[in-house]
C-alpha cells in the first residue's frame, strides 16, 4: 500500500497492478486531501491454531491463556500471506508487549507466517492491533495491510462480519507511529479490499 501511495505521488490518480509472490493485486490510488491507496487482496482463508502454536505462541508473547478473549478464537489467517491471529481480552494488555523476538521469530520462521496479528476488540467493527515483525526484522510493523485483509477475512469466516461491511483497524498508535486501515469484504468473494494512506519517514 505504502509502494501504491509512493507510485500515486509520481503518476496521480490511477489502477494499478501489483505483481506479487502471492499473485497479482490490484490497487486503485485515489487524491483527496492525500493519497489514498485500496488494494483488493487475494483469496483468504482461515484455519485454527493448533494448541501447539498457540502455546509457543503464548509463551514467546509472556502473555497466559487469560489474556485471550475467548469470543475470537486463535487462528491462522491468509489473504495472501499467513498471520497468527490472537486476540487480546483488555486494551491495556495490547499495550504492554514485550516479547522474546527470537523464539516468536523461530515459531514463525516454521509456520510461515509474517505476522502475529494481535488486536482489541473496540466494538464489533473498530478494532486496535499491534503486529510484532520479526520475519522483516522489526519488533513491529505501524501499518500491515495483508494482515489487515486476512484479519477480516477470518472475522467473515466466523460469522462477525457481513460482505460490504467496514472494518476500522487502529494500529501503531502505542509505538508513536498511529495509523488506520479500513477493510470491506468484497460481496460475494472471499477477496477484501484494503484501504489506507502512508507517510514518509525521513
Known sequence: MAAAVALGERIGPAVVDLFTQAGPVQVEITKGDGITATLTSPPSSTRPATGE????????????????????PPH????????????AATRERLA????????LAELMAEGGWTTVHLFWAESRTVFHARDPFPPGGVVEDPATGAAAAAFTGYLRHLGRLDDGEVVTIHQGADMGRPSLLTTTPVPGDTRVKVSGAAVPIG
Request: glycine share 2%.
Open 53 to 72: 502454536e498457540l502455546r509457543r505462541a503464548l509463551e514467546a508473547l509472556r502473555w497466559s491463556a487469560d489474556d485471550l478473549d475467548p469470543a475470537y
Open 96 to 103: 504492554d508487549l514485550d516479547y522474546d523476538f527470537d523464539a
Open 76 to 87: 491462522v489467517a491468509n489473504a495472501g500471506n499467513d498471520h497468527l491471529v490472537l486476540a
